[in-house]
């Protein structure tokens, strides 16, 4: 990583790497389970979804993309499952919008089939089928959070 950072840095030409990619939290409850698995599954689902990132040193960021999923079966709490995927990129060389525009679209758009993957892993060991979340367009979610706080 250290090898990658030195080069880069203070190049004036535009660097973005992804250095390392992990779990940085998870939780999965089923408290219904025995009674959830007796009835058919036709579950009502939520999903909420959530960007951070914080500069760890020159030209290097966390990022963190989060997911809270809550399913309900018959008015019954079938699961809570969230995780927080975090990652860690170089990104350097770029205007303050582009570099904006990095951190809260392109990185969640990289790391996105890592978590999707990581809750489907939970539902199946929680005994449910797996969620298969559908793609999120970030490049949307970016602009509209820009909307907002403009």
Known sequence: MSDNH???QGADSPFFALQKIYVK??????????????SE???????????????IEEGLYEVLL????????QD??????????????????????QQAEALGSA?????????RETIDQ??????????????VNFDALYAEQNR???
């Open 6 to 8: 030195q080069q880069h």
């Open 25 to 38: 939290n998870s939780s999965f409850e089923s408290p219904n389970s025995a009674r959830v698995f007796r």
């Open 41 to 55: 599954w036709q579950p009502t689902v939520t999903m909420d979804l959530n960007t951070a990132f914080e500069q």
């Open 66 to 73: 989060s997911v809270s999923v809550t399913a309900k079966n």
């Open 76 to 97: 019954q709490l079938a699961f809570v499952a969230e995780v927080d995927q975090a990652a860690m990129f170089m990104i350097s060389g770029f205007p303050a919008q």
């Open 107 to 115: 990185c969640p758009a990289v790391m996105f089939p890592y978590i």
């Open 122 to 135: 939970l539902m199946v060991k929680g005994g449910f089928p797996p969620l298969m979340m559908a793609p």
């Open 148 to 150: 907002k706080s403009a």
